[in-house]
């Protein structure tokens, strides 16, 4: 099996996520998930990560990072590998800790990261551990909110300024972000993911696959730069939908729609397509994203236009 395509550059935003093996629990204790913080604190000593947001679960954990260095691979060694030496020692075991590689998605941070990080901090409440984010000691919501001291290694000022204003200001904002989320269903960010590991705009994938695909010489990771290659033109898509949906309104919005999510040309060009400007492609995209949430039907026609062009990720 193909191991998953790693862009590592220097600066680059990720989702890091890693599950207990057999999904067996990897903190069982507080001193376990201390012992696990250090490690954080370590790697920022060590190999310059920098760490915007973090839950501990029971079995296990999300990681908002960030790698000025562009060390990915070597930070998650140091992570995870002296968290298993400590974990395997103390209960005098052996064997793997953690379920295969950690899973790191690629993100846009401008776009991507105030959505994750909300997803990260709601992640005790969505699995029904607390009523509210600030209840959760493991994880670095209620350092952003102003609930208790943050640790010297945790960096809030780039979500903070996601949210506006200063500190207090800050904090307030970003609280009323991520409680918005209790009060309806929030979209998990991590459904636009593509070929598995990159989250942004068509633009921010067109930017990596050009800066990266051509150097990759990794045959291993040849299925997922296979991904990336094959993305259709929006002609091809708008085509394929004219084809599928007889009224031509909605037509016309599903596929700006789907220009939007699943090629990776600019708005300009999707806008030249259907003969509208930039921001009303990215107007309609909004407006058919928030009709496809609360509409199945729709939401199956449009997933089944994705199919065809071999679009849609399921590994998430």
Known sequence: MARPLRIQYPGAFYHVMSRGNEQKEIFKSRRDR????????????????????????????????????????????????AYTTYFNTKRKRAGHLFQGRFKAILIEADEYALELSRYIHLNPVQAGMVETPEQYEWASYSAYVGIRQTEDWLCREFIWNLVGGIRKKAAKNYRGFVESGLDRPCENPLKNVIASNLLGSPDFVSEITERFLNDQTDQRNLQGLKHLSVRPDPAQIKTAVDQSISDQALARQIGMYCCRQYS?????????????????????????????????????VVDAIAVDFQLLNVEI
Do not use: W
Request: hydrophobic letters at 35%; charged letters at 20%.
């Open 264 to 300: 990776r040309v600019s708005l300009k060009r999707i806008g030249e397509i259907f003969g509208v400007s930039d921001a009303g492609v990215s107007i309609a995209s909004r407006r058919m994203a928030g009709r496809l949430k609360n509409d199945k039907g729709l939401r199956d």
């Open 34 to 81: 201390e012992q696990f913080l250090g490690y954080l604190e370590t790697a920022t000593t060590r190999y310059g990560a920098v760490f915007h947001s973090y839950c501990l679960m029971n079995n296990h954990y999300h990681l908002l990072l960030e790698t000025p260095e562009g060390n990915l691979s070597q930070i998650m060694r140091h992570i995870n590998g």
